[in-house]
């Protein structure tokens, strides 16, 4: 009953869709991108920013951040809900004459799709002559099947290894079936996918972009003279999911650290607003960013935009995507030699802002609005 309710809603909206697309024939081609997802570590509205002549959709609010967006479609009730199922797909007609193609940040889409991941989405856009762009940003496309397999093939946990613990259900059969149909809609119609190879193991065979990201220029902030008095070096850790980004483990090691004599500052940055985050990593020294991940991700970013010396399992001998540029910009650090490279940092401090300063530069070189969002247009045209 369930999967013939969503074939219906589907028939339904793509009516309505159609209908609206032809209702505004006479509106003007005069943007380039629909830029569309749930807000993710600030990852839609840097994207939107970085690409003027867009139109930033959210599907989801984000209790940590306050931006604005052009276009919101928030149900908070049932029967809001239940509008949204009509007034998404009229919108997007409209939105579609205005635009070249769609960037898809993550799973969201403007029809529903948990019977095909997207596919007959994609599939009128392409025959609109729409291009189409998937951003994939974590959980929603890593496939736990392929990505615990690699784990159990090179003998090391993962962040699969640990999510369906503080996540229940979210590696059932069903769910990782909603996430090999997302990989396999993509794989057929997207003109570009953008997601790193490893970290985010997917059902996908071809050629994925590395990730980037758009940070502001005001977010760029060397400080050399925080290095100047290191009596107290802060230490900062901020998961938004601390099982998974290790968090256990980064407490040992800062419990054993102290319990040897060392004086530090240990600062947890959890369920707070971003502003308050980022003015924490503005007074921080060391950075704790994530221990089983490949990739770096937006907080390592941010840390080394705020002139941090980042710690993190990200390693480029794993991800292809990361680069062979990357200049020690971080400290690569696998979970269990968190307590063993900090120690190191600690008993060399003038080391410190060394690294820190090795990241600043690479941050700039890399993840700057105006770098990323060149790079981005580069691919994209």
Not at 156 to 182: C, H, M, W
Not at 287 to 312: D, K, Q, R, S, W
Not at 332 to 341: A, G, M, N, Q, S
């Amino acid at each position: 009953m369930k999967k013939i309710l969503l074939l219906w809603c589907q028939q339904f909206q793509f009516f309505i869709l159609k209908l609206s697309y032809a209702l505004h024939k006479n509106s003007s081609n005069s943007k380039e991108w629909i830029v569309a997802g749930a807000e993710t570590a600030s990852m839609l509205q840097n994207l939107a920013k970085a690409l003027p002549s867009s139109t930033c959709v959210n599907f989801a609010p984000n209790k940590f951040y306050s931006f604005s967006y052009d276009i919101t479609f928030y149900a908070s009730n049932l029967i809001k809900h239940l509008w949204l199922i009509g007034y998404i797909p009229f919108v997007f007609g409209r939105l579609l004459r205005q635009h070249k193609g769609v960037i898809y940040l993550g799973a969201s889409g403007f029809i529903t799709s948990a019977r095909d991941g997207r596919a007959a989405e994609f599939s009128y856009l392409k025959s609109l002559e729409k291009q189409v762009i998937c951003y994939f940003v974590g959980s929603e496309i890593r496939s736990f099947k392929l990505l615990n397999d690699y784990a159990k093939t090179h003998e090391i946990d993962v962040i699969t290894t640990y999510q369906s613990f503080s996540n229940l259900g979210i590696d059932s059969p069903a769910n990782e079936n909603a996430r090999k149909l997302l990989g396999e809609a993509a794989n057929q119609y997207a003109d570009h996918i953008f997601n790193p190879s490893v970290d985010q193991m997917a059902y996908i065979d071809r050629y994925t972009h590395p990730c980037l990201y758009f940070l502001p220029d005001t977010m760029f902030r060397k400080n050399a003279e925080k290095f100047l008095d290191m009596n107290e070096i802060i230490i900062c850790h901020g998961p938004s999911s601390p099982l998974i980004k290790g968090t256990q483990l980064v407490r040992a090691a800062i419990k054993k650290l102290k319990t040897e004599g060392y004086k530090f500052k240990y600062v947890e940055l959890i369920n707070i607003p971003h502003n308050e985050l980022l003015k924490q990593l503005q007074q921080a020294h060391i950075v704790l960013n994530e221990f089983y991940a490949f990739v770096p991700g937006i907080f390592a970013a941010e840390a080394m935009a705020n002139h941090c010396a980042v710690l993190t399992s990200a390693d480029p001998l794993i991800e292809p995507s990361v680069g062979t540029d990357f200049d020690d910009a971080w400290i690569v650090t696998p979970y269990w030699l968190i307590y063993d490279k900090l120690k190191m940092l600690l008993d060399n401090p003038e080391l410190i802002e060394v690294h820190a300063s090795k990241g600043f530069d690479w941050a700039c070189r890399s993840y700057s609005h105006e770098k990323a969002a060149s790079r981005f247009r580069q691919l994209v045209n």
